[in-house]
């Protein structure tokens, strides 16, 4: 693990979960998988602080154990830190496909790490008891609404156990118990004589389901981009019939006949029935290579190409970097050795356009920053001489990759930096702000005058407010850029996924 990763990991832990949890992980960057004994010797913490953030870790899934002769070895799983970064997206995502309450008993689960699903009901029942009474839902549409999670897999059921030994190493459990409806009730209002019917079934997040959503909208998004709206409903319904009948993760999908996409599409975008080979035929030909034409039986059969799809947009985003870092140019001769995969330098001061000088130091900056490497071959037959030796340019991508993977890490790494020192510098007027809002929430429940709510407005003076506003519109930016960098790193990972 590089060392930039290893402080990013330190900086998401630390503003989630506090000191105490990031000093422990801390210890397992640093000397890998290790037993309490072993940590209890390195860490300057009490035993019982070193177990309660172990306890943490291990809730959240971000470590895990395993026995062995030496006793419980606690490891680290970094890719668990990162996703830290994408709850908001699953709970956008869920808000969209599940509804507002859903995407409440998400974030409970997020919160705790597991939970059962009385607990979450009963938890999110009571944030809507806050909300005007249209807003509010009832016991029964909230269990509802939490089935629809575990229908879409969203949630699992949690796989922990008290004892080693019963932690089962099956495939994902997604099965409902049987919710008593009275009892939920009667928790909600705070009597817990009755149990629930769920007792030590406790749920967590489903974060391969997410992970592979996200991989989807992204291929979804590319087409729309790429050619229409239609085109990307097209290619949401060929992964949907994907799923019928391939792995999740397989590289490319078993073939779909047209007569099913027809019919998959006349139930659910049924205006693009009359130009459906047309846009078949285009997203085919199209360079990003997404599907496949594989037979014409049954009137043709077509196959969704993961691996390749996230080989194309590996290379659209690396082509993006290097316009962003160098310029047009820079690119131009870029997508030039990518296209002749070795080439010499001559031949990129003839084909790309560009006067000899400047093309040769553009040429040599991407080699310095590692986006080039050269290739020696020697002449046949010829002394070994320098003149006598070619020097081509290629591209390394899996190297290019895992560079850049490590830059949006680094970028991550500041961006979260930054941002907690915007709000340690500020915190003074940071917290005014919020007791001002408290007070004035407070006044305008038990009643308060305009005249008395504009008085407390005025406790903030009007550069106080500049400067507020100011804070605000940085951490917004930052939050921005934030995710802007995520959807970088999450293709890239997916190019490594499917490359490895």
């Known amino acids: 693990m590089s060392l930039i990763l290893e402080k990013l990991c330190k900086s998401i832990l630390l503003e989630h979960f506090g000191p105490i949890v990031e000093q422990t992980a801390s210890d397992l960057f640093q000397h890998g998988p290790r037993t309490l004994g072993q940590m209890r010797s390195t860490i300057k913490l009490p035993i ?8 943490v870790l291990i809730k959240f899934g971000i470590v895990f154990y395993e026995q062995t002769e030496r006793g419980l070895i606690y490891n680290l799983d970094t890719d668990k830190i990162i996703t830290i970064l994408r709850y908001p997206r699953y709970m956008y995502f869920v808000e969209n496909c599940c509804g507002n309450e859903a995407e409440m008993m998400l974030e409970e689960v997020l919160k705790n ?3 059962t699903a009385s607990q979450i009901i009963v938890k999110t029942y009571k944030k809507l008891e806050q909300f005007p009474p249209e807003r509010r839902s009832s016991v029964p549409v909230l269990k509802d609404k939490f089935e629809l999670l575990v229908k879409n897999q969203f ?3 949690s796989l922990c156990s008290d004892i ?12 409902m118990p049987s919710l008593n409806i009275k009892a939920l009730t009667r928790l909600t209002q705070g009597n817990e ?14 974060i391969d389901r997410f992970t592979q959503d996200l991989r989807d909208q992204i291929l979804v998004k590319s087409i729309m981009n790429r050619i229409d709206d239609s085109a990307g409903e097209l290619m949401r319904q060929l992964l949907y019939l994907m799923y019928l009948r391939t792995a999740s993760w397989a590289d490319t999908s078993i073939p779909i006949p047209v007569t099913e996409i027809k019919d998959a599409m006349k139930k659910n975008f049924p205006s693009i029935l009359p130009h459906l080979d047309q846009y078949l035929r285009i997203i085919e030909e199209d360079s990003s290579q997404f599907i496949q034409r594989v037979g014409d039986s049954g009137g043709g059969q077509y196959s969704v190409n993961m691996k390749e799809a996230f080989h194309q947009l590996a290379w659209a985003v690396l082509e993006n970097v290097v316009m962003e870092r160098f310029g047009s140019k820079a690119a131009r001769i870029f997508r030039l050795i990518r296209s002749h995969k070795y080439i010499e330098q001559e031949k990129i001061n003839q084909i790309a356009m560009i006067p000899a000088k400047e093309a040769k130091i553009l040429t040599f900056k991407l080699l310095e920053e590692n986006f080039l490497q050269i ?9 070994t001489a320098p003149t006598k030796i070619f020097f081509l340019f290629h591209i390394d991508l899996n190297q290019v990759v895992r560079m850049t993977i490590e830059h949006c890490y680094h970028a991550l790494y500041n961006v979260i930096q930054r941002r907690e020192h915007e709000m340690t510098s500020n915190k003074r007027i940071i917290d005014k702000e919020l007791r ?10 038990h009643g308060a005058t305009e005249e008395q709510l504009a008085e407390i407005a005025e406790m903030m003076t009007p550069s106080e407010r500049l400067q507020i506003e100011r804070v605000h519109e940085v951490i917004k930016k930052l939050g921005t850029n934030e995710f802007c960098i995520d959807d970088t790193l999450f293709v890239l ?8």
């Open 48 to 55: 019982s602080k070193i177990k309660e953030s172990l306890c």
């Open 113 to 115: 790490g597991y939970d």
């Open 155 to 157: 949630l699992m059921r």
């Open 164 to 175: 080693l030994s019963d932690v089962p190493t099956d495939k994902p459990d997604f099965s």
């Open 193 to 206: 004589t009755e149990p629930a019917g769920d007792s030590n079934i406790y749920w967590k997040v489903n």
């Open 375 to 383: 290739h020696e071959l020697k002449k046949a037959g010829v002394s």
């Open 436 to 445: 001002i809002k408290t007070l004035t929430a407070n006044l305008k429940e």
């Open 493 to 500: 990972q997916m190019y490594i996924r499917y490359h490895r």
